[in-house]
């Protein structure tokens, strides 16, 4: 398909779904980013005052959360967890949404590879950022909000995915040349989405 043509048809189809509600996913699970015993560390309450928290982030949205953990559990980094309906095993309720500024030390380490680590264990979600993504204005497309790709790559992906969809990551390095670790790529969008609370455009993040 010639560009200006791809283009105008993308347009056309953002037109047709400005006016239907975006799906709104609630967090059931999350993955834990720190485990703090003691409670936060810039807490300056005595220690027999403070209770153990759990630092997470969800796995629909990639929302930040603060946990509180059931009594005797001991939720370790990495974990994944739930906190949807019902009866919950590790945690025993949110206590409230973080910011990136609000997460410790420890969990802003960790975030970049759980992240990526979430996105290879969902291949099967995370392919559409590339099998589905369309211009988002006549200068821009959502394939250039993505870290490392730039406008020939952007185009080498748009022409290649007509020929068929990508079946996933490893057929989508294969099919388009110069395209490395897009499990990586997605990742550090998703945290760059997370730190940047106003950015204007997110493709994963609430």
């Known amino acids: ?9 993308g347009r056309i189809e953002k037109g047709r779904e400005s006016g239907r ?31 153990p928290l ?5 796995e629909a949205k990639f929302v930040l959360m603060e946990l509180s953990p059931k009594k005797d559990k001991i939720p370790a980094v990495y974990e994944r967890v739930y906190i949807g309906e019902g009866e919950r095993d590790v945690i025993d309720h949110v206590i409230k949404r973080l910011r990136y500024t609000e997460l410790t030390q420890t969990a802003k380490i960790e975030l970049s590879y759980i992240l990526e680590k979430m996105v290879k264990e969902d291949e099967e979600r995370f ?12 200068r821009l497309h959502t394939l250039d909000l993505m870290p490392g790709i730039g406008k020939k790559l952007m185009w080498a992906i748009v022409e290649e995915r007509e020929k068929g969809k990508f079946s996933g990551f490893e057929d989508l390095t294969k099919r388009v040349k110069g395209l490395h670790h897009p499990e990586k790529i997605i990742a550090k969008r998703i945290e760059e989405e997370i730190m940047e609370e106003n950015m ?6 609430v």
Request: no cysteine.
């Open 200 to 205: 204007k455009y997110k493709i994963f993040t």
């Open 1 to 9: 398909m010639r560009r200006n043509e791809y283009e105008k048809r």
């Open 54 to 58: 759990v630092q997470a982030v969800g």
């Open 127 to 138: 392919i559409r950022a590339f099998n589905e993504a369309k211009p988002i204005t006549t």
């Open 21 to 51: 509600e975006r799906e709104k996913k609630r967090e059931t699970h999350v993955h834990v980013l720190d485990y703090l015993p003691y409670g936060h560390p810039e807490d300056s309450r005595p220690v027999y005052q403070k209770k």
